[in-house]
């Protein structure tokens, strides 16, 4: 992987390397208003901050969880006002518990669905064994 320092932009390669993610997959959460490069170079290369790699990382983890786009964009500017301190704090900790509540209960069902998973291979395991 390659090292940025703190503070210096990368471009979306560097940014793809260090999240995982693909060209692709970063320029449509770009074309959906996700995460916005911070900067464009001289020659119109995307430029990304540490602030758009961890937007990229939020995006990261609620994909697998099934949340929408706009649920995406929702809790991204939710966490972007905690930060600065804009709006009503008791509001915004209140939507961020909702957020909490919902990831959490999507990790239960996904929980359940790999011991349906886990317990259909065991299953097949114990029929092969029985066809040696």
Known sequence: MTDTPRGELMQIGQVAERTGL???????????????PTARSEGGFRLYSEN??????????????GFTLEEMQELLTLLADLDSGTGDRKQLVDRLRMFHQAATARVTALREQLAVAEHFADSLTGHLRTQR
């Open 22 to 36: 693909s060209l692709r997959t970063i320029r449509f959460y770009e074309e959906n208003g996700l995460v916005i």
């Open 52 to 65: 758009d790699v961890s937007r990229l990382e939020v995006i990261k983890r609620m994909k697998p969880l």
